[in-house]
């Protein structure tokens, strides 16, 4: 049973709180029962597993308060886990969400939920967005970042619909079939203007007078459930 | 200037990060300038205002250091105000959301946000659903707070077209007219089963194999889009 602070599995739980720790080492931590099991569902191993020692869970055992000293979430979390990341060499299609300065973690992982549940392939990530394996995105996911790949901005495939808060073509009313990738941009500036450009298609979300935007993640549903309805 | 952390306008804001404080009161706080603007806009008199010395906001000033120790977000915050609640005597229709066990303020905030972009004339709130006066839920219903009123969650209008992960209508097909009330459970409990039976209908988004639910903002967004849309 582990025992000591300075156990050296413990001070990689840690550093791994941190973005940078974790861009380096290519790897990621999953807390509570129901994200290892998702884990395990979607057949991703973990690289190390340490539970609260006495609760019978499967793992390496760690004195419970020393467990709840490395934790997000405290002493609530029995179990976590390292997984290793999985980028993709390229975002999978036909359906494709694109994160660009989307820096709410929370917001990210509900669109890999989202995503998830509406059959996308993958998400990609540009500039200035939330670390989708940071704990809160990974928590936001409700474990689907074991089951939607994650991967660059740029190589998400087009045909790219752009949404935006006004301008574009009514979403209901807009073109575009099974092969899409929703375009999705921060919440107050929006797609830069190169951005936009590359855009094969720029929609809207039709709002009341008066109401200035959605939340990110709302939108993103909207567009996904809109080509899931057609 | 106010400079002692004794002043009584200071001991009130730090009391308003509690609930019990809030609905004791009947008062709640918007912290920056962004949320201010949003209720003055709405016609929503502050009954206090504290601003950041210096910083040539409206209000009593108060030594910066000072007013980020009573800021739920510190020393970024230049204002706050403090607000009367405004729960109506009755939700308003004829679109309506209803909230039963939705802890997460963050997203009874992002309700009341998707809530005020399609139009819908209130929120109510049930058993175990987050303070929408809390710190985080005004923070994300981005001002929306001060358009959609709140309100009892029985007073609801009917019909009621409760919103369950399977097992309901498909919601393209499911038959509503302008009239109606959206009713979201937990996330993991759903509807109790006394609440479901109070529904006139029941529908549900598809999502693909595999995936469990939607986040529950993300799925009252649909709802709402799907009104608009027809």
Same mark, same amino acid.
Request: net charge negative; proline share 7%.
């Given at each position: 049973?582990?025992? @000591? ?38 057949? *991703? ?9 006495? @609760? ?14 490395? @934790? ?14 999985? *980028? ?25 939920? @989202? ?22 995105? /990974? ?8 089951? /939607? ?14 949404? /935006? ?17 929703? /375009? ?47």
């Amino acid at each position: 049973m582990i025992q @000591s602070p300075d156990n050296d599995k413990l001070k990689t739980i840690r550093k791994l709180a941190g973005r940078k720790w974790r861009d380096k080492t290519r790897s990621f931590v999953a807390e509570g029962e129901d994200l290892i099991a998702a884990a395990e569902a979607a057949g *991703w191993p973990a690289s190390m597993r340490l539970v609260a020692a006495g @609760s019978g869970l499967d793992g390496e055992e760690v004195a419970p308060p020393l467990l709840a000293t490395v @934790s997000q979430m405290g002493s609530s979390t029995r179990a976590l886990a390292v997984y290793p990341m999985r *980028w993709a060499p390229e975002p999978a299609g036909p359906l494709c969400v694109a994160l660009w300065g989307v820096g709410d973690p929370g917001n990210v992982g509900t669109v890999l939920r @989202s995503a998830l549940a509406f059959g996308a392939g993958s998400v990609a990530l540009g500039p200035g967005s939330a670390d989708p394996y940071g704990h809160k995105a /990974v928590r936001a996911s409700m474990g689907a970042i074991f089951r /939607v790949s994650t991967g660059a901005f740029d190589d998400a495939p087009h045909p790219w619909i752009g949404l /935006v808060p006004r301008g574009g073509t009514a979403l209901a009313e807009a073109e575009f079939g099974e092969r899409v990738t929703f /375009v999705l941009g921060a919440e107050r500036e929006g797609l830069p203007e190169d951005v936009a450009s590359s855009c094969d298609l720029l929609a809207s979300i039709p709002l009341d007078e008066g109401a200035e935007s959605l939340n990110v993640a709302a939108a993103g549903a909207i567009a996904l459930y809109e080509r899931a309805r057609r």
